[in-house]
């Protein structure tokens, strides 16, 4: 059975910094061709944050986290991460990491049905 674990989230001021991982089980690390973060905000929808491909040679980010986070991934320990810095307040939610196996065709990999697994997620507070 897959799982994906989600750690790191907590309390933080603006400007500081926090650092993500998410562990994978139940499958070989090889067989996601992409892994990504999303982030849902109270009363808000789930959106897109980052994500990246197997071979981690592509990120994709979303504008609003543009040059503040990175996204990585360490194959031989089945775990991706999401280091977060200049951190602001409306960047305070639930983020949750998500896998997409191999398969042919596109990857949407800002999109939701892009994913075929989830982590339960974890809280990002960021204090004013």
């Known amino acids: 059975q897959v799982q994906l674990i989600e750690s790191g989230g907590g309390l933080v001021q603006a400007g500081g910094s926090l650092r993500l991982s998410c562990a994978a089980s139940?499958?070989?690390?090889?067989?996601?061709?992409?892994m990504g973060w999303f982030r849902q905000a109270p009363g808000k929808e789930r959106e897109f944050v980052a994500a990246?491909?197997?071979?981690?040679?592509?990120?994709y980010y979303a504008d609003s986290v543009k040059g503040r986070f990175t996204i990585s991934r360490d194959n031989s320990k089945n775990t991706v991460y999401l280091q977060m810095n200049s951190l602001k307040p409306e960047d305070a939610a639930v983020y949750y990491c998500?896998?997409?196996?191999?398969?042919?065709?596109?990857?949407?990999?800002?999109?939701?049905?892009?994913?075929?697994?989830w982590g339960q997620g974890t809280q990002v507070t960021v204090s004013s």
């Open positions: 998500a896998a997409a196996i191999n398969r042919s065709g596109t990857y949407y990999y800002s999109k939701i049905f892009g994913y075929d697994y």
């Open positions: 139940g499958r070989t690390f090889s067989n996601y061709a992409m």
């Open positions: 990246i491909r197997w071979s981690a040679y592509s990120t």
